[in-house]
């Protein structure tokens, strides 16, 4: 079979650069090389899904209707002029040392270099029951769009996974009038980025918004022999439902370059310039494994994007040092921000502001007169300062006794 070649006429001498994955971490990509080199690669963009690129973040606020489907448009993907798109067609072989991405359908598109940015898949346990019709997963446009219609018809449903993205689904169906239980296997939620005492208020906030929550719950099987009917816990409660959401998690994708050979461990594996184990292949977003830490988050991102541009566009000093994970939880009411460490070790200290009636929390990790994480519930206006604190290892000595009350006292403190 022939080549697929962005330039059949051959007239193009162009570097070849092929993206696989047309999500938000390959359409930042675009727009990062439309800023630094717009004429130096002829590039193809390869993507699974059927639609044009989207904004994944906000798939949270399409199933809970406050956006629409136009709403999602990336903005990114139409900033490379020439770039070309084939979407609904996998990549389902490389073979290095031709240098050919083969799609599902057949095609062979060749390249000099290649990006993957493939992104990674929701986890489903292995439980009795999992396949059966009615069991959904919340990750891409197309379970957003299963579940609205399910939604349609559902009286309860249960949501099992009480961290970010299932408290997103939650609120999202509980949004569309269904009467939403939240399993979750932990002594409380988001326990990754809250501590005990702002988990206790998210729980609270939930709870006024007609979300249950069951903690310390885990899963035994799904219910219904035809269709999913609900949950049998481990301690013998069973739960009834007429939709059962799973949101336990991702798992990097890693499926392809496995199979291509690349070094992979829980990520596909690179280096400060984002290059795997081949030189001619790099990888970015959540797919890549950077010093044994994969990210799932937008910051870490567009700062991996930002590094690799800068060095396929000739920066050969670009280089990407790890990134600070912060979180914040879009439910519409409530303001929740998390970044860094959460809890003191013992060469730490915390600083805790607490206003019951208001429904405000803020804590401050504080280590060697700097500030080394921060949880905010209630009022997160100053989320973006603390990171920018902690990215700059600032000294925060001369505002400490007036840093918890955020920015604009800090500074009067400072003055």
Not at 5 to 16: C, K, L, T, V
Not at 83 to 89: E, N, V, W
Request: proline share 4%; net charge negative.
């Amino acid at each position: 079979m022939a080549l697929d070649s962005p330039f059949p006429d051959g007239a193009d001498r162009r570097e070849r650069l092929v993206v696989v994955g047309a999500g938000m971490a390959g359409t930042r990509l675009l727009a990062e090389l439309a800023r630094r080199c717009p004429d130096r690669y002829a590039v193809t963009m390869l993507g699974a899904e059927p639609h044009d690129p989207y904004n994944r973040i906000l798939l949270s606020s399409l199933l809970a209707g406050e956006r629409e489907i136009a709403d999602l448009a990336l903005e990114d993907a139409t900033a490379l002029a020439g770039a070309r798109f084939r979407l609904g067609d996998p990549v389902a072989a490389l073979d290095r040392e031709q240098r050919i991405a083969t799609t599902q359908s057949g095609a062979r598109i060749a390249y000099d270099r290649l990006v993957l940015a493939v992104g990674a898949g929701p986890v489903r346990p292995k439980l009795p029951g999992i396949e059966l019709p009615g069991v959904f997963t919340f990750r891409d446009r197309s379970d957003a769009e299963a579940l609205i219609a399910a939604s349609r018809e559902a009286e309860r449903a249960i949501v099992v996974g009480g961290g970010l993205l299932g408290l997103e689904a939650a609120y999202g169906l509980a949004r569309r009038g269904v009467r939403v239980t939240v399993v979750h296997l932990m002594d409380w939620l988001m326990e990754r980025q809250l501590d005990a005492a702002a988990a206790a208020l998210l729980h609270r906030s939930l709870a006024a918004r007609g979300i249950e929550v069951l903690l310390t719950a885990e899963t035994e099987a799904v219910l219904g022999p035809n269709r999913a009917s609900g949950l049998r816990l481990k301690d013998g409660r069973v739960l009834s439902a007429d939709l059962v959401v799973f949101a336990i998690g991702i798992r990097p994708d890693i499926a392809l370059a496995h199979a291509a050979g690349l070094e992979v461990r829980r990520g596909v594996v690179v280096d400060d310039r984002m290059t795997t184990s081949d030189p001619a292949v790099f990888a970015i977003g959540e797919c890549a494994e950077h010093r044994g830490a994969t990210y799932g988050l937008v910051a870490p991102l567009w700062e991996q994007t930002a590094v690799l541009a800068a060095f396929l566009a000739g920066d050969g000093d670009s280089r990407y040092h790890g990134s600070l994970s912060a979180t914040s939880l879009k439910v519409t009411g409530i303001e929740l921000f998390s970044a860094g460490q959460i809890e003191a070790g013992c060469d730490s200290e915390e600083i805790v502001y607490e206003d019951p009636e208001a429904g405000i929390y803020r804590k401050l990790v504080l280590k060697h007169g700097r500030l080394a994480g921060a949880v905010l519930l209630g009022d997160a206006r100053d989320g973006g300062w603390y990171v920018e604190l902690m990215r700059d290892a600032a000294d925060i000595g001369a505002m400490r006794q007036a840093l918890v009350f955020g920015r604009d006292f800090a500074a009067a403190g400072e003055a």
